[in-house]
């Protein structure tokens, strides 16, 4: 699973570049937003995230059983977690609110003034709550469903948790594989048509659902590593499915592109396209990934070892350059290539220096050497 955790949080750096250029609301934009980037950016956009809580949950249950017991594993993952979660918050993320605030609602403070006086209010400044976290949202999550598995774990005795391992397999033996968890997908949007995601924690719950389910489906791949072979018989199948929802979708933003106001009629097919399209597409990676990129290669450790800390620091890379971009009028084609080679080079020196200090590895996500 780790050529897909790479791959995909590769394509979430290529996504948070893609929102400089699209119409959606963010942090900077390009002077003139194009809308048929939207296109592209919706061929990720229903699987990204519940494919990074997938793969998460794989490794999760890994680190359980490598550790041996609930205690262990939550002081893991709450050091690699809750760490780089404060250095996020503190250090790298309040670039991104100070320069949203300057370009959207006219603040004048410097970025120094910002962070000492403006940063910590622990409130709202023109609609944004400060301190944030941002992008790190994905980490706060992941941190309360590694406890809520941990609790799992340690309420439910071994004989009844292995019971409830080999009930959830027969559930998604085969093609139920692809189908139950869209059904469960489908159901939350049923109760919670009107739900937009927060980010925020305690007032996300539909979201909380909606992500779980491929969290936990990802903890059962590692401990009943035979579900491979449901997502063997049907990640042809998914691909083929997600294609033909993604086509549907992609002809919506083709029709009504923007701020285009969509007929009625197309709210509630769209939106169910973009959750077929989404775990089908997840399923058919699965497979993908288990076919053909479970191998080795020399630079498979370092790029997972690489992507957390490509994480927490891309998003700001991002918007810093966009605001320097934006401020010099650079064209959209040079913008962009600027964009992937500064964001990249940002990275690997994020990373290359964290790696080699101490002291700096557990705050960049890294373990102690």
């Known amino acids: ?31 003139e937003p194009m809308d048929w980037v939207a296109i592209p950016m919706r061929a990720t956009n229903s699987w990204r995230l519940p494919l990074l809580f997938l793969v998460s949950g794989y490794a999760s249950a890994a680190l359980f059983a490598k550790l041996g017991g609930g205690g262990a594993f939550v002081r893991s993952r709450s050091a690699r977690l809750l760490i780089p979660l404060a250095f996020g918050i503190i250090v790298v993320i309040p670039p991104q609110p100070w320069i949203e605030l300057m ?35 994905f980490v706060v999550y992941l941190w309360v469903y590694t406890l809520l598995a941990a609790g799992v774990m340690a309420w439910f005795p071994e004989t009844l948790r292995a019971r409830l391992a080999d009930g959830a397999a027969r559930l998604l033996k085969g093609w139920r594989m692809l189908m139950v968890p869209l059904a469960g997908w489908l159901l939350i949007y049923a109760l919670f048509p009107e739900h937009d995601e927060t980010h925020a924690l305690v007032d996300d719950g539909p979201s909380h659902l909606h992500y779980l389910i491929p969290f936990a489906i990802g903890w059962l791949l590692r401990v009943r590593p035979e579900q491979f072979a449901a997502v063997a018989r049907c990640w042809r199948a998914g691909l083929a499915i997600a294609i033909a929802a993604f086509a549907f979708v992609s002809w919506v933003e083709w029709n009504w592109p923007g701020n285009i106001p969509a007929p009625d009629w197309v709210g509630i097919p769209f939106d169910v ?44 890379i991002i918007v810093v350059a966009g605001w320097l971009l934006l401020r010099a009028e650079v064209a959209a084609l040079p913008s962009f290539l600027t964009l992937v080679t500064v964001t990249v080079a940002g990275c690997w020196l994020f990373y290359a220096i964290g790696r ?7 705050l960049i996500g890294l373990q102690r050497k």
């Open 1 to 31: 699973m780790d050529w897909l955790r790479i791959g995909a949080f590769g394509l979430l750096i290529l996504y948070h570049i893609g929102m400089y250029f699209v119409p959606w609301g963010w942090h900077v934009k390009i002077a």
């Open 103 to 137: 370009v959207q609602h006219g603040y004048r403070g410097g970025f120094v003034h910002f962070w000492t006086q403006d940063y910590f209010r622990f409130g709202a400044l023109d609609g944004i709550i400060l301190p944030t976290w941002q992008h790190l949202w």
């Open 273 to 316: 396209a973009r959750l077929v399209q989404g775990w089908a597409m997840i399923v058919a990676l699965v497979g993908i990934a288990d076919r053909f990129w479970n191998r080795e290669h020399r630079w498979r450790t370092t790029l997972a070892e690489a992507v957390f800390p490509f994480y927490i620091v891309h998003q700001t």
């Open 356 to 362: 080699s200090i101490g002291w700096l590895r557990p």
